[in-house]
């Protein structure tokens, strides 16, 4: 987490560690925060005492101040008890019970706070690790954290993809750092090894992303995601287009040459600055238009393709029984229920 190295686990002989989005202040801020906490049990301490002012008896026989009700919170909350001050009556004996015990003990723990924090911190993270076990399903797990990969967690979330539901897997702490800063959790270790990624649950994830600098790396991590989870989407970024047809026989869904893919956008927006402009603001789902693959509604059953654009969507692909039919083919006249669609359309604001 920010600010503290996680915590290694140690997974068939390799060292691996989860790491899981930060809840923590800064250092200032827990200071404040400790700092309030004790200053609210002094002044809660020393408004009941000095309301009470009745039921406390001064050895020198002098009537309570409210300097005094300060004094005698001090130093009860301190637990140093002089003495010289005391509750007299059962009303007063009974808050000192009930009231200004608890809050000598808030005020302890506060004191001592940094040590308390250092002792719970392990339980703390088990905890939170063995609840994320149990409930994560169907997740998203992208394999390297360099630009490309913190593009990838970037559009899942401005696609709606919760970050809770990302896991980033990394072999580097300050890579690591920055998806959990994102909010995303966070996985240390090395992707070719199969333990690391059965640490990151990628058995039950839903998608994968391996966007890893190599060609090589990316062609064993691709091998051995699909051995590990046969059913999962698989897309996987090359350098090199000639190994294209080896990442996708490895495994992957979809291979997406990024040196190449960039070179092709150069091109075109050298040779057609409008198309250029065009696919740029596809590429950019923040705002303008993004390309969405979606269900039919209940609604669009019967219709057909064409028939979405009264919707402002434009119907690239509809896919039928797995197979995906391009709209230059025109077989798919009718859509029918359990088609999706692949639209172009207007980004939507998030809910």
Known sequence: MTGRE?????VGGVT??????????????????????????????????????????????????????????????????YG????????????????????????????V??????????????????????KVQDHSVIVGFGVKGRAALTTLLEQGTAASDVVVVAHD???LNA???LGAIGVLGDATREDVLVEALLPRAKRVIVALDRDDTAVLVTLTARR????ATIVASVRESQNIDVVRQSGADAVIPTSESAG???????????????????????HGLEIVERDITPAELGKGPADLRKSHEVVLTVVRDGVSHRFDQDLITVLQKGDRVVVVRPVREQD
């Open 6 to 10: 996680p915590r290694p686990a140690t």
């Open 16 to 81: 691996t560690a989860i790491q899981l989005p930060a809840r923590r202040y800064g250092p200032l801020g827990s200071l404040w925060i400790r700092v309030g906490v004790a200053v609210a049990c002094l002044g809660i301490t020393t408004l009941l005492v000095y309301l009470e002012r009745d039921g406390y008896k001064d050895s020198n026989g002098t009537p309570i101040s409210i300097l005094d009700a300060l004094y005698y919170a001090t130093v009860t909350l301190s637990t140093t008890g």
């Open 84 to 111: 010289d001050i005391v509750p007299v009556t059962e009303q007063a004996r009974l808050a000192n019970v009930l009231i200004i015990t608890p809050l000598r003990f808030v005020f302890l723990i506060t004191l």
């Open 113 to 134: 706070g940094t040590t308390v924090e250092v002792l719970t911190q392990r339980s703390r993270d088990e905890f939170r690790i063995k609840r994320w076990r149990q």
């Open 173 to 175: 702490r300050v890579s």
């Open 179 to 181: 998806a959990t800063a």
């Open 228 to 231: 590990l989870n046969p059913t």
């Open 264 to 286: 092709r956008m150069l091109g075109l927006a050298i040779g057609s600055p409008a198309a250029g402009h065009l696919v740029e603001d596809l590429l950019e789902p923040a």
